[in-house]
């Protein structure tokens, strides 16, 4: 089963806060319970910091690309069951 993370956002005032990560983490867990085995998300091209955050949380770039009114985003999966969250 494919689970896919919509509409994680944290204000930039709210940077740096670990939010981000809290809402990641809790999104994958509940993802798990409900019986997925994978997840996608999908991210704009030319967004880095967010990019750079699902990188380095073990998402991995797919070979797909989408446009929406002149904006390109850019899909990115992971496996579940290889994370450990506590």
């Given at each position: 089963?494919?689970?896919?993370?919509?509409?994680?956002?944290?204000?930039?005032?709210?940077?740096g806060?670990?939010?981000?990560?809290?809402?990641?983490?809790?999104?994958?867990?509940?993802?798990?319970?409900?019986?997925?085995?994978?997840?996608?998300?999908?991210?704009?091209?030319?967004?880095k910091?967010?990019?750079?955050?699902?990188?380095?949380?073990?998402?991995?770039?797919?070979?797909?690309a989408?446009?929406?009114?002149?904006?390109?985003?850019?899909?990115?999966?992971?496996?579940?069951?290889?994370?450990?969250?506590?």
């Amino acid at each position: 089963d494919d689970a896919e993370l919509r509409r994680l956002y944290v204000i930039p005032e709210r940077w740096g806060e670990g939010i981000g990560n809290l809402l990641h983490d809790a999104a994958l867990q509940s993802a798990q319970h409900a019986g997925a085995t994978t997840a996608s998300l999908w991210v704009m091209e030319k967004n880095k910091r967010a990019r750079a955050f699902y990188q380095h949380r073990g998402w991995q770039l797919a070979a797909s690309a989408d446009e929406h009114g002149g904006v390109v985003e850019v899909r990115y999966e992971r496996a579940l069951g290889t994370i450990s969250l506590d």
